[in-house]
C-alpha cells in the first residue's frame, strides 16, 4: 500500500515537470526510450518505473533525481488529486463497491474538493465508530458518571414509558405477554418469534413490512423476551438512528434498557410500592421483584433509578463475577469503587470482605444475604443475592449507607466485615510469612475476562453482522 501511494506521488511529479517543460506524453517518451502509453502508466502511479529510466526522464526534464523522489505534491491541486486516487485505493473505499473516479486534470477543482471533502468524512467517521479497548471502557466511564449525576433517573425516558403503557391500559402488576405485544401493534409493528435470527444480533426490526423479530418464545428465563420486544420497540419510540460512535452505541443501549425495565416495572407504581414499603421499613429487592414478574438483577438496578429522585435514598448497585470482577456497577452513597487509572470499574476486583464477595461462598441462595462492612468512607448496609450462568456464579448486590439501613429488610444482621481497601495490604498483599514461602515457586496463568468490553467491529450498527441481518431479513419477507 505504501509503495503504492508512494507511486503515486511520484507520478505527480513526473507529469507537473513534463507539463512544465511543454512535452506531451510522446514527445518525453521518445526521448526518454519507451513508448507514451507506458509513461503515461508511470503518471497514474500503475507501474513502477526503473531506476534508468527514472534518471533519463530527470536528466530530460533538468531536474535532480532527488526531486522526482521528493514525497511532496507539486502544488495545491495535485495534492488533492493524489489524496483523492490514495483514498480511491484505500480498504475503506473499496468496501463500497462504487467505481473509481480517474484524477485527473480535467477533473473540475469543485468536483476534487467535493470528493476529497468526502472521502476525509468517511474516513474519519469509520475511525471513530471503531472503539478500541481502551476508547470503550472511556465511553462507558463517561457514561456511568453522567448517570451518577442524573442520580440514574432518566424522567423523559419514564414519562415516554408511562404513556406507552397507558396506550394498552397496563398500570401495575407484571406486564403481560399480550400487553407487549399491543404496544407494538401501536407502533405498528407484529412480534415474530423465529429460530433463524442471525447470531449477531438480539433482535431485528423489518421497517418495511412492521415486524419485530425475536427469538423463540420456547426460551426459557423469567422477563427475557418482554424485555427483549421493549428494547426493540424503544429504539423506536425514542427517535434512534444508527449510532456514529462508540458512545452513542452506548448511550442508546442503556435507554433502550432503561425504557424496558419503566414498562416492565412502571414509575407510578413502582414508586408506590417501594415508598409503602419503605413505611414499614421493609425495602427488600426481593419482593420488588417478584411483584413486577422480573428478575433479581433487573428489579435492583430499577430499584436505583427510583431511589434518590423518588425515596430520597442514596444507593449502590453491584454485578461481581466469583472471581470477585465487577461486571456492572453504580453509586452515588459514596462507595468507593475500585477502578483503574482512567475511572473504569468494569474488570476490577472488589474487596474479598464486601458482601458481594462474602455471598459467593455461601451455600443458601434462596434468600437475601445482608452485611454491614466498615470501609475507610464510612459503613455500607448491603443486600446480596447470588446466581449462576454458563459463565460462572455472580451476585448482586444494593446498598447504602449505615443511616439508611433502617429502612431495609436484613437492617437487623449481625454480619459485620471490616475492609481498609483501596489499602493493597487488606485482601491483596500476601503477608511477609506466606510471600516468603511462595515467591519465585508459584506460576499462576490469569483467567481471560470475556465481559470486558472488547472493541465492535466497525459497520452501520457496531457488533452486527449487517449481511447476515439482511439476509435473514429476504428469507423472511416474502413469508
Ligand atoms: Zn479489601
Given at each position: 500500500?505504501a509503495?503504492?501511494?508512494?507511486?503515486?506521488?511520484?507520478?505527480?511529479?513526473?507529469?507537473?515537470?513534463?507539463?512544465?517543460?511543454?512535452?506531451?506524453?510522446?514527445?518525453?517518451?521518445?526521448?526518454?526510450?519507451?513508448?507514451?502509453?507506458?509513461?503515461?502508466?508511470?503518471?497514474?502511479?500503475?507501474?513502477?518505473?526503473?531506476?534508468?529510466?527514472?534518471?533519463?526522464?530527470?536528466?530530460?526534464?533538468?531536474?535532480p533525481?532527488?526531486?522526482?523522489l521528493?514525497?511532496?505534491?507539486?502544488?495545491?491541486?495535485?495534492?488533492?488529486?493524489?489524496?483523492?486516487?490514495?483514498?480511491?485505493?484505500g480498504?475503506?473505499?473499496?468496501?463500497?463497491?462504487?467505481?473509481?473516479?480517474?484524477?485527473?486534470?480535467?477533473?473540475?477543482?469543485?468536483?476534487?474538493?467535493?470528493?476529497?471533502?468526502?472521502?476525509?468524512?468517511?474516513?474519519?467517521?469509520?475511525?471513530?465508530?471503531?472503539?478500541t479497548?481502551?476508547e470503550?471502557?472511556?465511553?462507558?466511564?463517561?457514561?456511568?458518571?453522567?448517570?451518577?449525576?442524573?442520580?440514574?433517573?432518566?424522567?423523559?425516558?419514564?414519562?415516554?414509558?408511562?404513556?406507552?403503557?397507558?396506550?394498552?391500559?397496563?398500570?401495575?402488576?407484571?406486564?403481560?405477554?399480550?400487553?407487549v405485544?399491543?404496544?407494538?401493534?401501536?407502533?405498528?409493528?407484529t412480534?415474530?418469534?423465529?429460530?433463524?435470527?442471525?447470531?449477531?444480533a438480539?433482535?431485528?426490526?423489518?421497517?418495511?413490512?412492521?415486524?419485530?423479530?425475536?427469538?423463540?418464545?420456547?426460551?426459557?428465563?423469567?422477563?427475557?423476551?418482554?424485555?427483549?420486544?421493549?428494547?426493540?420497540?424503544?429504539?423506536?419510540l425514542?427517535?434512534?438512528?444508527?449510532?456514529e460512535?462508540?458512545?452513542?452505541?452506548?448511550?442508546?443501549?442503556?435507554?433502550?434498557?432503561?425504557f424496558?425495565?419503566?414498562?416492565?416495572?412502571?414509575?407510578?407504581?413502582?414508586?408506590?410500592?417501594?415508598?409503602?414499603?419503605?413505611?414499614?421499613?421493609?425495602?427488600?429487592?426481593?419482593?420488588?421483584?417478584?411483584?413486577?414478574?422480573?428478575?433479581?438483577?433487573?428489579?435492583?438496578?430499577?430499584?436505583?433509578?427510583?431511589?434518590?429522585?423518588?425515596?430520597?435514598?442514596?444507593m449502590?448497585?453491584?454485578?461481581?463475577?466469583?472471581?470477585?470482577?465487577?461486571?456492572?456497577a453504580?453509586?452515588?452513597?459514596?462507595?468507593?469503587?475500585?477502578?483503574?487509572?482512567?475511572?473504569?470499574?468494569?474488570?476490577?476486583?472488589?474487596?474479598?470482605?464486601?458482601?458481594?464477595?462474602?455471598?459467593?461462598?455461601?451455600?443458601?441462595?434462596?434468600?437475601?444475604?445482608?452485611?454491614?462492612?466498615?470501609?475507610?468512607?464510612?459503613t455500607?448496609?448491603?443486600?446480596?443475592?447470588?446466581g449462576?450462568?454458563?459463565?460462572?456464579?455472580?451476585?448482586i448486590?444494593?446498598?447504602?449507607?449505615?443511616?439508611?439501613?433502617?429502612?431495609?429488610?436484613?437492617?437487623?444482621?449481625?454480619?459485620?466485615?471490616q475492609?481498609?481497601?483501596?489499602?493493597e495490604?487488606?485482601?491483596?498483599?500476601?503477608?511477609?510469612?506466606?510471600?516468603?514461602?511462595?515467591?519465585?515457586?508459584?506460576?499462576?496463568?490469569?483467567?481471560?475476562?470475556?465481559?470486558?468490553?472488547?472493541?465492535?467491529?466497525?459497520?452501520?450498527?457496531?457488533?452486527?453482522?449487517t449481511?447476515?441481518?439482511?439476509?435473514?431479513?429476504?428469507?423472511?419477507?416474502?413469508?
Open positions: 500500500m509503495a503504492e501511494t508512494d507511486l503515486i506521488t511520484l507520478g505527480r511529479r513526473i507529469r507537473h515537470h513534463r507539463k512544465n517543460a511543454g512535452l506531451t506524453l510522446d514527445q518525453l517518451g521518445e526521448r526518454v526510450g519507451v513508448v507514451g502509453s507506458q509513461l503515461s502508466l508511470v503518471e497514474n502511479g500503475r507501474r513502477e518505473p526503473r531506476l534508468a529510466l527514472l534518471q533519463n526522464i530527470a536528466a530530460e526534464l533538468d531536474v533525481l532527488t526531486d522526482l521528493s514525497g511532496d505534491a507539486p502544488d495545491a491541486r495535485t495534492a488533492l488529486e493524489i489524496e483523492l486516487s490514495r483514498a480511491q485505493l480498504p475503506l473505499y473499496r468496501t463500497l463497491g462504487l467505481p473509481v473516479v480517474p484524477a485527473s486534470r480535467s477533473l473540475p477543482i469543485e468536483t476534487l474538493e467535493s470528493l476529497v471533502g468526502l472521502h476525509r468524512e468517511l474516513i474519519r467517521r469509520a475511525k471513530r465508530s471503531v472503539a479497548p481502551e470503550a471502557r472511556r465511553a462507558n466511564t463517561e457514561l456511568r458518571m453522567r448517570m451518577r449525576e442524573r442520580n440514574n433517573y432518566l424522567p423523559e425516558i419514564e414519562r415516554i414509558a408511562t404513556e406507552a403503557l397507558a396506550e394498552v391500559g397496563h398500570t401495575s402488576g407484571a406486564l403481560t405477554h399480550r400487553s405485544s399491543l404496544m407494538a401493534q401501536n407502533l405498528g409493528f412480534l415474530i418469534h423465529v429460530d433463524d435470527l442471525p447470531h449477531s438480539r433482535s431485528v426490526i423489518d421497517l418495511e413490512n412492521g415486524r419485530i423479530y425475536l427469538p423463540p418464545a420456547s426460551i426459557p428465563g423469567g422477563h427475557g423476551l418482554r424485555s427483549m420486544a421493549l428494547q426493540a420497540m424503544a429504539h423506536r425514542l427517535g434512534h438512528r444508527a449510532p460512535s462508540y458512545a452513542e452505541f452506548l448511550q442508546q443501549r442503556l435507554e433502550i434498557n432503561y424496558a425495565a419503566a414498562c416492565l416495572m412502571p414509575h407510578d407504581a413502582s414508586v408506590r410500592f417501594l415508598r409503602a414499603a419503605k413505611e414499614r421499613h421493609d425495602l427488600s429487592v426481593e419482593d420488588f421483584r417478584d411483584a413486577f414478574g422480573v428478575t433479581h438483577e433487573a428489579a435492583a438496578l430499577r430499584l436505583t433509578n427510583l431511589s434518590t429522585e423518588q425515596l430520597g435514598l442514596k449502590h448497585f453491584l454485578r461481581v463475577a466469583d472471581d470477585g470482577a465487577i461486571q456492572k453504580y453509586e452515588n452513597d459514596g462507595l468507593a469503587l475500585p477502578m483503574d487509572v482512567t475511572g473504569a470499574v468494569e474488570g476490577q476486583l472488589v474487596c474479598r470482605f464486601w458482601a458481594s464477595r462474602a455471598a459467593l461462598h455461601r451455600t443458601n441462595r434462596t434468600t437475601e444475604f445482608y452485611q454491614y462492612t466498615d470501609t475507610p468512607d464510612g455500607f448496609w448491603c443486600a446480596t443475592q447470588t449462576k450462568t454458563d459463565a460462572g456464579e455472580f451476585s448486590s444494593v446498598g447504602v449507607p449505615f443511616a439508611e439501613a433502617k429502612w431495609f429488610r436484613g437492617r437487623d444482621t449481625t454480619v459485620r466485615a475492609s481498609r481497601c483501596p489499602d495490604s487488606c485482601c491483596r498483599r500476601p503477608d511477609d510469612v506466606l510471600a516468603r514461602r511462595w515467591r519465585d515457586r508459584a506460576w499462576p496463568s490469569a483467567r481471560l475476562h470475556a465481559h470486558i468490553l472488547s472493541p465492535l467491529p466497525q459497520g452501520e450498527f457496531p457488533g452486527v453482522d449481511l447476515e441481518v439482511y439476509e435473514f431479513l429476504e428469507s423472511h419477507s416474502g413469508q
